[in-house]
């Protein structure tokens, strides 16, 4: 993330840190943020980033990563946002988590739209093009209707 951090502040963007307490040391914290959030606590953290976020863009990274894009696409299913969520996918990095995506929808645990709701792209010209243009699947809320649509 620092290293994000130094490129889009090199290149003139904002940038603004939303910290829960714990990891606010001088070894975490990045020293040249725009501005930095302090808050409680990791649910804090998330609330905060969904209000401020216009969309939401993994990179590569391990089980944080890993967990708010899982958040950020379960509250856009069940209708919390209506945000894009995209990945950057480097290298195929997320190759694997795509086929468990498809075979959660194959295997009937995922609605047939809901894997729509993640924008994947190995371009990052292409993926903010997509994240600019996004238009939330139709039929979302149909998750919320599927045992009176079953009878």
């Known amino acids: ?5 130094d490129a889009a ?4 963007a904002q940038v603004i840190g939303i910290l829960p307490r714990i990891f606010d040391t001088p070894a975490l914290a990045h020293p040249n943020l725009t501005e930095l959030r302090i808050v ?3 649910h804090n953290r998330k609330a905060m980033m969904m209000e401020a976020a216009d969309a939401f863009l ?3 990274g391990g089980f944080g990563t890993f967990e708010e894009l899982f ?10 946002h209506r945000k894009p969520v ?7 990095y997320f190759d694997p988590l795509i086929d468990l995506i498809e075979h959660a929808r194959d295997e009937g645990f995922i609605l047939e739209e809901h894997p729509d709701l993640l924008i994947v792209e190995d371009d990052i010209d292409r993926l ?18 599927r045992d009176e649509e079953s009878g």
């Open 86 to 92: 995209g990945v950057l996918n480097v290298n195929g």
């Open 71 to 80: 958040e950020v696409l379960t509250w856009a299913q069940i209708g919390l």
């Open 58 to 60: 993994a990179l590569p």
């Open 9 to 12: 502040l090199a290149g003139g």
């Open 128 to 145: 903010l093009s997509r994240l600019t243009q996004y238009q939330p699947p139709e039929g979302l809320e149909r998750w919320v209707d």
């Open 40 to 42: 409680d606590g990791m």
């Open 1 to 5: 993330m620092g290293s994000l951090a």
